[in-house]
C-alpha cells in the first residue's frame, strides 16, 4: 500500500483540502501503519505541549556576573602573558642579532686565533692598567682630602649637607600628598 | 522588548555591566529552557545559558534593534547548543579543559522545581529528542516550546522557510517512530512487571 502523500499530510501543519482530508479518512481506514503514524505524533505533540517552561536555579543573574568579571580578568591574563612574550621575543631577537652583528666584526677584523687572543690579553692587560691607576689616585685622594679642612670644618659640613638632603626628602614627601597626585 | 528593558540594553551598550545583568534577568527563563530541551541536561544548560549571555554581552553591537531581542538572543543560543552537541558527538580531549575548569563557577545543579519537573515526561521528551539532529532538535524546539513561525525559525537558524518545514516534517516522523518504539519496549516491560514470581521463602 502507498502511504504518500497520507504521511505527508499528517505530519505538515498545512491545511488541507475538502478532498484532501476525505481521501486521508479513507487511507486512515484502511492504513493501520498510517493510523499509528498519525496517533503517535498526536501523543508527541501533546507530551510536548503538557511540558512546561524550564527555570534555571536560582542566582542565575549574579552567577553570570561573576563569571564575566572572572572571564575578563582571564582576558586581561591572557593578553598580559602574551604581550609578555611578544617583549621576550623581540629582546631575544635583538640580543641574537647584535650578538651576530659583534661576532661577524670581530671575525672580519683578525685573521687568526692567536692574533685574537693576543688582542685579548692585550685588552685585560690594559684594562688591569686603568684599574690600578684609579686604585692609586683613590688612595691619594684618601691620604690628601682629610687634611683639607678641620675636624669643625667637616662637623659643620656634614651638618649642611644632612639639613639639605632633610629639606629635600620633607619638600617631596609633601608633593606627593598634594591632591591630584597618585 | 518593554520600554525598560530597550533602556537597560542602550545602557549595555555603554558597557555597563549591571544594566545587562537586567536582561539577564528577563531572558534567563526562556534561554535556559531552550538550552534544557537542547542539551537534556541541568549542568549543561545553565553552563550553555551563561554562555550564550556572554556572548551577547561581549557582542552588544552587532544586534541590530530593528529586529525582535528575543529571536537574536535565542539564536546564539540555539547555534552554542547546535555546536556543543555536533562536539559531544565527536568526543575529543583537549590539555585546556583544566586550564578551563577552574575559573568555572560550581554547577549549582538542579533547583528544588527543577528536581520535581524532572519527572517521567521530561524523561519521555529528551530520549525524543535526543534522537534528532541537532539543527533538527532545534527547529523542534523553536516551534513547540517558542511557537515560532516558520519565518522566525528560519531567521532565528539562518536557514530558508523550506528547509525549515522539511526539517520538522523529518523531525516529526523521527519523534512519531521514536514514541512507537517506546511504547513497543514499555509493552514488553510490562508483563514482566505483571507476570512476576510471588514471593515464596525457599524455606517452603
Known amino acids: ?182 | 522588548m518593554n520600554d525598560n528593558e530597550a533602556i537597560w540594553l542602550a545602557q549595555a551598550r555603554e558597557g555597563e555591566k549591571d544594566a545587562f545583568s537586567h536582561i539577564v534577568e528577563a531572558y534567563q527563563r526562556p534561554v535556559f529552557s531552550l538550552c534544557y530541551r537542547m542539551l537534556g541536561d541541568a549542568g549543561d544548560a545553565e553552563d550553555a545559558a551563561q554562555e550564550t549571555f556572554l556572548r551577547a554581552y561581549r557582542h552588544l553591537n552587532r544586534y541590530d534593534p530593528g529586529r525582535s531581542f528575543a529571536t537574536w538572543l535565542l539564536s546564539i543560543a540555539s547555534h552554542y547548543c547546535i555546536d556543543r552537541l555536533r562536539k559531544r558527538r565527536l568526543p575529543s580531549f583537549s590539555i585546556d579543559d583544566e586550564e578551563y575548569d577552574w575559573w568555572q563557577p560550581p554547577d549549582p545543579g538542579p533547583s528544588p522545581e527543577m528536581a520535581l519537573v524532572m519527572d517521567e515526561k521530561q524523561t519521555r521528551i529528551r530520549q525524543l529528542l535526543d534522537g534528532l539532529a541537532p539543527r533538527d532538535r532545534a527547529v523542534v524546539v523553536l516551534h513547540y516550546w517558542y511557537e515560532y513561525s516558520y519565518e522566525e525559525i528560519a531567521d532565528t537558524l539562518a536557514l530558508s522557510e523550506s528547509a525549515v518545514k522539511s526539517r520538522l516534517y523529518r523531525a516529526r516522523r523521527a519523534l512519531a517512530e521514536s514514541w512507537q518504539l517506546q511504547e513497543a519496549q514499555m509493552e514488553i516491560l510490562e508483563p514482566d512487571h505483571v507476570e512476576r514470581i510471588p514471593y515464596e521463602t525457599p524455606a517452603f
Request: glycine content about 6%; aromatic content about 10%.
Open chain 1, 1 to 182: 500500500m502507498r502511504h504518500q502523500p497520507f504521511e505527508t499530510w499528517l505530519l505538515f501543519d498545512d491545511p488541507l483540502t475538502p478532498d484532501q482530508a476525505r481521501a486521508l479518512d479513507e487511507h486512515l481506514r484502511a492504513c493501520e501503519t498510517c493510523q499509528a503514524l498519525g496517533h503517535s505524533w498526536r501523543s508527541v505533540a501533546s507530551l510536548f505541549q503538557a511540558s512546561p517552561d524550564l527555570e534555571p536555579a536560582p542566582g542565575f543573574a549574579n552567577r553570570w556576573k561573576a563569571r564575566l568579571v572572572q572571564e575578563d580578568q582571564g582576558v586581561l591574563t591572557a593578553r598580559y602573558r602574551w604581550q609578555s612574550w611578544i617583549t621576550l621575543i623581540l629582546i631575544a631577537n635583538g640580543v641574537s642579532l647584535l650578538g651576530m652583528l659583534l661576532g661577524m666584526t670581530f671575525f672580519d677584523t683578525f685573521d687568526s686565533l692567536t692574533e685574537i687572543l693576543l688582542v685579548l690579553v692585550y685588552r685585560l692587560t690594559s684594562l688591569l692598567t686603568v684599574i690600578n691607576i684609579f686604585q692609586n689616585l683613590l688612595a691619594i685622594l684618601i691620604r690628601t682630602i682629610p687634611g683639607l679642612l678641620s675636624p669643625s670644618g667637616w662637623a659643620i659640613l656634614a651638618l649642611i649637607v644632612s639639613s639639605g638632603s632633610l629639606l629635600w626628602v620633607l619638600s617631596m614627601a609633601r608633593l606627593a600628598r598634594m591632591p591630584g597626585r597618585a
